[in-house]
């Protein structure tokens, strides 16, 4: 019987479980906005990971991602290790912050298609009448 996931999808699920609290709990900069991990991918041989985040609420302005990516990105070293202490791995990957702009596509997209159908409803109505 095939595995359903591979030991890096695990690894990297773990990771984004791990990651979450540490981040929430550990890292202390008050310029850090609300912060949520949408996947993480590990490489095959597990030494990079490639950890995609949004930012949430008023902060999701390109400085604001941008600073954020900076602060999370400095604070690598200190997750490493504390990842490192939560995890049972001979190796804990280099951890590599991206930003994932789907959340904030997803959002436009959907106001797009709901204004589109908001506009066909009005002219059929305009023609009913």
Request: hydrophobic share 40%; charged share 35%.
């Amino acid at each position: 019987m095939a595995k359903e996931f591979s030991r890096t999808q695990r690894i990297g699920d773990q990771m984004q479980r791990e990651l979450a609290q540490l981040i929430q709990r550990e890292v202390k900069d008050p310029r850090l906005g609300l912060i949520t991990i949408t996947a993480v991918e590990v490489s095959r041989d597990l030494s990079h990971a490639k950890i995609f985040i949004t930012v949430m609420g008023k902060d999701d302005d390109e400085d604001a991602v941008k600073g954020n990516l900076r602060i999370l990105n400095d604070a690598g070293g200190f997750l490493r290790m504390q990842l490192g202490k939560a995890m049972k791995l001979r190796t804990v990957p280099q951890l590599h912050f991206n930003y994932d702009a789907s959340v904030r596509r997803g959002v436009e997209l959907t106001s797009l298609i709901e204004r589109a159908v908001a506009e066909d409803r009005k002219h059929s109505d305009d023609l009913g009448e």
